[in-house]
């Protein structure tokens, strides 16, 4: 059982699934320093690409997603048009120059697209990247996947897919305006085995309006007995001042800290016993998933899809909203997607915020993801005053050692890690607003 300690819990705090995180982006970073990255990138890199269609079918009340309705075709087609433009400028400045090994698809949902723009799509990036070995990935609404779809992405080669699953209980679906039946889930998963995706992912949430212990351990063992490779089970982060669609749920019926806490711990421990295994603070993975061979070899990153064996030396986001994170530089495309299409109408790139990294924030991220995935963290050298009283509160709970300037967080930590991250944010000194909850 995870020890209790509400008191290292109240306090919002990043996800960190980049460090420094989005809330320093700065508009003196943009297209000009997008543009230097890419060409800095030295031959033979190995790069990733990720690709945002920010469209979904319907748009679910709790999502915190960049997305908007797909109920307009002009709309699909113009993005789209003004995609392929952004894969020409980027790939030009880097094609034959770097090997790219992935190219994610996410959103929104890629499937609010039609499986034929999809083709042209992939097409377009496998030739102008030249690029024809990457391995693909699609995150998928199960709400608009067909057997149409499931060809396509069997054709292409996708071998690796994320369904967007979230809870299978009835009654919280309707509160959250999702509605799925738990028959369409299981359809999406036997056309997806179908097709020949290998590695298979289920996002799951707890701490939803009117959800309970009992609701929550029915959706993990619903979810179990499809036998997904991996399972994301992600704590919802209501921050309706921000994400203005969140207004539509009733705050007065969501779970309070304990009962997060509650849920997080029974959902881990039912994975575990189904024989998953722990990924980070959040993911599980069946023990010969990717994702779990990286853990256990000590490889595992993190970066914008959450926690990755993605070894690559940089990634490029395409797409509006999408962020490229480079050694030196973390930048962000423009978000509203026609300001994205202005800009490459323009002729440029479509950066407009991000920000430099110097040596400091790069250690710094370095222990940060040490900490995040599971792995002793060495501290020495770096210039971390007040440290120990930040991290004593931590290693006072038993949570955190800190021995010989090596951090090591104790089994009981995993919902803790991210406050414990915190600790090394140079950026965190004061009030976290906007951030969520650790659990
Ligand atoms: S389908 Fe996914 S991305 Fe689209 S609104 Fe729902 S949760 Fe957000």
Known sequence: MWPYFPHLLNRPVPRYTSYPTAAEFRADVGA?????????LPAGALVSLYVHIPFCRDICWYCGCNTERANSRRR????????????DAVAARVSGRVRVGRIAFGGGSP?????????????????????ANAEISVELDPRGLDASWAAVLGKLGVTRASLGVQT????????????????????????????????????????LPGQTMAALEDSVQAAIAMRPDRVA?????????????????????????????????QGHQALLAAGYMAIGFDHFALPEDALAVAMRAGRLRRNFQGFTDDNADALIGLGASSISLFDHLIVQNERASGLYRARLEAGGLAAMQGVRRDAEDRERGL????????????????????????????TDAGLAVLAADRLRLTADALPYARAIAACFDRYRTGAMAGFSAPV
Do not use: W
């Not at 993801?369 to 501290?379: E, Q, S, T």
């Open 32 to 40: 000009a320093d997008l543009a230097a990255a890419l060409d800095g």
């Open 76 to 87: 699909l087609e113009t993005y789209l048009a003004a995609l392929e433009r952004e894969i």
């Open 111 to 131: 499937n609010a697209i039609s499986p034929i723009a999809f083709v042209r799509l992939v097409d377009r990036l496998l030739t102008a990247f030249s690029a």
């Open 168 to 207: 299978l209980d009835s009654g919280i679906q309707q509160r959250i305006g999702r509605v799925q039946p738990a028959e369409s889930i299981a359809q999406s998963v036997a056309l997806l085995r179908g097709a020949g995706v290998r590695s298979l992912n289920f996002d799951l949430i707890y701490g």
């Open 233 to 265: 089970l992600f704590g919802y982060a209501h921050v309706p001042d921000r994400i203005a669609r969140q207004r539509r749920l009733e705050a007065a019926a969501l779970p309070g800290q304990q009962a997060r806490f509650d849920m997080a711990q």
């Open 367 to 394: 222990v940060i993801g040490d900490i995040l995935c599971g792995r002793p963290a060495d501290l020495t050298g770096l210039p971390f005053d007040g440290l120990e009283s930040r991290l004593k509160p931590f």
